[in-house]
């Protein structure tokens, strides 16, 4: 072979955009599978100004792709009901089915991405899990609503519009799991619901959104730090069932009984959303240390919302064998430690994770 064709062809092995599935000479329009969940988007309500007092996971995901038929001049989509509810009511047994299908659908060569519709109240969780244990660089775009579907300015469509484009999209491959909702692209690691009921809830605070969708650009202007998705060590393939992990909650005056009980309990894990930099009282500190000595791991989050819960500060964490969150809220390092907890006992190996993911 002639030697000057070497980098080129290099190239060409290297690149995936160029080496996309199947991809013909003329842009072919991507194929993008909406795995539906429930929660507002599908949900109805009575009258077209019921925003609150509606019924969520209600409208099967086939209804919801029919109520866009702009969806079609953007990708090839098709539907699949994995389950309908409430998101309040998500289990660590939907999360596996959920992120079992998404894996063998991320497999597929005809499948360019991933939308999930999803309902608000833990879709954050559902991000920041499918972000450890989808395998693959293909985007993976979860998407909610904050009006049900037969309310005015129901801002479920346009959601849908925007994450099926991100979804789509080459420049949202290898960018982690993302939530699209309000025009803005976030990180599943960082984003969180900030408001009960309002269209802009969900916002990164202080570490930001990753970029914008505006008409039918898709727009970034930061990448995720942490390791995700194809980069990350967890495999949940073989696993039925995750740990049990629970979240103290602490405040003023807080007795050790929440704490005591889940020891009681034998949860594998308990996760502390400490006042300030993760602190518990001296009281709740001994009770976290009781756990620690029946082999309970100890995570130290914090209720505050932002900031980084430091080892070592107030708590002698290396004394006490407890590990620290970082910047992961508490909810979200619940989900960490359970991942970890698939993999080891070590508080050096989760501490790592916890400074990794
Ligand atoms: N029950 C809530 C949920 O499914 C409705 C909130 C929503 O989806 O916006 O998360």
């Known amino acids: ?17 160029l080496l996309r599935a199947d991809d013909t ?3 072919r329009v991507a194929n993008i599978v909406i795995l539906a969940t429930g929660g507002t988007i599908a949900g109805s309500g009575a009258t077209s100004t019921t925003t609150v007092g509606y019924k969520a996971a209600t409208v ?3 209804a919801l792709i029919d109520a866009v038929p702009e969806l079609k001049k953007i990708a090839a989509v098709r539907g699949e009901q994995v389950f309908q509810i409430a998101s309040q009511n998500m289990t660590n047994d939907y999360w596996l089915k959920l992120a079992k299908r998404a894996n063998e659908l991320l497999k597929q060569r005809d499948v360019d991405g991933i939308v999930v519709t999803h309902g608000t109240d833990t879709l954050e969780e559902t991000a920041y899990f499918l972000n450890l244990v989808t395998n693959s660089d293909k985007p993976v775009v979860i998407v909610g609503a904050m009006r049900p579907s037969t309310a005015l300015s129901a801002d479920g469509p346009i959601n849908l519009y925007n994450a099926v484009l991100v979804a789509g999209s080459k420049e949202a491959f290898g960018k982690g799991v993302l939530v699209c909702m309000n025009d803005q692209i976030n990180s599943a690691r960082d984003v969180t619901k900030t408001n009960t009921s309002t269209a802009d809830t969900f916002k990164s605070p202080e570490l930001g959104v990753l970029g914008y969708v505006q008409g039918d650009r898709v727009a970034f202007y930061r990448l995720p730090a942490r390791r995700h998705t194809l980069n990350s060590e967890f495999d949940i393939s073989g696993i039925d069932k995750l740990p049990d992990v629970e979240i103290a909650y602490g405040f003023a005056s807080v007795s050790r009984t929440t704490v005591d009980a889940l020891a009681a309990a034998s949860v594998d894990g308990i996760v502390y959303a400490g006042v300030g930099d993760g602190n518990p009282s001296e009281v709740t500190e001994q009770a976290l240390a009781d ?6 791991l100890i995570v130290r989050s914090a209720r505050v919302g932002n900031g980084i819960v430091a080892r070592n ?3 002698n964490d290396d004394k006490r064998d407890f590990v620290v969150s970082d910047t992961l809220n508490p909810q979200k390092a619940r989900i960490l430690l359970m991942i970890a907890l698939t993999k080891t006992r070590d508080t050096k190996e989760i501490q790592r994770m916890f400074y990794e993911y």
């Not at 072979?1 to 955009?17: A, D, E, G, H």
């Not at 756990?291 to 309970?296: D, E, M, P, V």
């Open 1 to 17: 072979m002639n030697s000057r064709f070497v980098p080129i062809l290099l190239l060409v092995l290297c690149s995936p955009v």
């Open 25 to 27: 000479s003329e842009k």
């Open 60 to 62: 099967p995901v086939q």
């Open 291 to 296: 756990a620690r000595a029946k082999g309970i």
């Open 313 to 315: 500060n107030e708590v």
